[in-house]
């Protein structure tokens, strides 16, 4: 029997709990999806695709990639429409790293970070974020040395944390590692989420969001990876996009397939960015209502979260799992996960002010 390679055989799966949700009326925040559905303009662009009678014909893409880099305020040729943010990375991770490299990725992170780095076989690096939230900047540096290493991912915010990196650091690593021919992507799959309600982190222009974006032109070794999945809600089509340097797009797309990305994402893609307003009444609601509720609700039954400049919260908790279990028995889903003492928390994603208020009054319940 042929085998797979070994180090494939080695990991593990990444199987997030995602069985059974859609067998009960859950309250999802366990996802960071949005709670609602997304714009009517999708449903009804998506319906009519299928009514079209062009179900058996292979994809084209015409505009697509145009209209992507319009909203992202980027040059067409500096965007690779993808088939989810996951392909991004696949494809980031694909093209910089063999068995044997090294990957630098800040601890903790998003766990297809470390998949699809791992199916390349490359070593990982994890510069924790210190217990009050710091970013490892020192620590990174110290690693950049290693000759071994050939890509870095920067998620920003951090998922699971919600951190956000100062865009003046994120520079700070670009340029080090430009000088050590390495490779940066900066995982901004909540960027429409730093948007809005985000007054109380320093070193940012309001309305501006954290992005890397402005750095394009400057640094060679940069990739930004995004998503519609989170604040446009098109999770199910799995639709995102990568920018970086025309010169690098051009041999991105050498590895992407040329149907990898279905025309229900194309269809639901387009007529998103019809909406972009629908988006973001949806965004305000949640950084700037439900997120300040939330937050004052925790301090006043002092629990521990980090800052976050996304559409979720970090609890510390000593007793996560009994948090989960019971309110999973009140129909609200949320998610274990790892801090950066490697500790179990719970994540909370954040929706509409009426999502907040069935939580908040749940959570009373069991905390007392």
Not at 32 to 52: C, G, H, M, Q, Y
Not at 258 to 265: I, S
Request: hydrophobic residues 40%; negative net charge.
């Amino acid at each position: 029997m042929a085998k797979v390679k070994e180090r494939i055989q080695k990991m593990s799966h990444y199987k997030p709990p995602l069985e059974g949700r859609s067998s009960e009326d859950y309250l999802f925040l366990d996802f960071n999806e949005r709670t609602n559905e997304p714009s009517p303009k999708v449903k009804e662009a998506l319906k009519k695709f299928i009514d079209s009678g062009r179900l058996q014909v292979y994809p084209e893409y015409g505009d697509l990639e145009a209209k992507i880099a319009q909203y992202a305020e980027v040059p067409t040729s500096q965007v690779m429409v993808t088939n989810g943010g996951d392909q991004g990375i696949d494809i980031i991770c694909r093209a910089y790293l063999d068995e044997g490299d090294k990957i630098i990725i800040p601890f903790p992170s998003f766990a297809m970070h470390y998949q699809s780095a791992g199916i390349q076989g490359a070593e990982f690096l994890e510069p924790a974020y210190k217990e009050d939230g710091e970013f490892p900047l020192e620590e990174i540096f110290d690693l950049l040395e290693d000759e071994k290493v050939k890509l870095v991912i920067l998620c920003n915010p951090n998922n699971p944390t919600g951190i956000a990196i100062s865009i003046e650091d994120v520079e700070k690593i670009l340029k080090k590692a430009k000088e050590k021919n390495i490779a940066v992507l900066h995982d901004e799959a909540y960027f429409e989420f730093t948007r809005f309600g985000q007054e109380n982190i320093q070193q940012r222009r309001i309305f501006a969001g954290i992005t890397a974006k402005d750095l394009i032109e400057k640094y060679d070794n940069l990739y930004i990876m995004r998503t519609f999945a989170k604040a446009f809600g098109l999770v199910a089509s799995r639709a995102g996009y990568l920018i970086s340097k025309e010169e690098n797009i051009q041999e991105l797309l050498k590895i992407r397939g040329p149907y990898d990305v279905n025309m229900f994402a194309k269809t639901a893609i387009s007529a998103a960015l019809e909406d972009t307003q629908y988006m973001e009444n949806y965004v305000k609601e949640v950084m700037e209502i439900s997120k300040p509720k939330l937050e004052k609700f925790l301090r006043e039954k002092r629990i521990f979260f980090y800052q976050s400049a996304a559409n979720f919260l970090f609890l510390k908790v000593v007793n996560p799992q009994e948090i989960i279990d019971k309110l999973k028995s009140k129909g609200i889903l949320v998610r274990p996960k790892k801090g950066p003492d490697g500790k179990g928390a719970v994540r909370v994603s954040i929706g509409t002010l009426e999502d907040t208020n069935r939580f908040t009054s749940s959570f009373s319940e069991i905390w007392g």
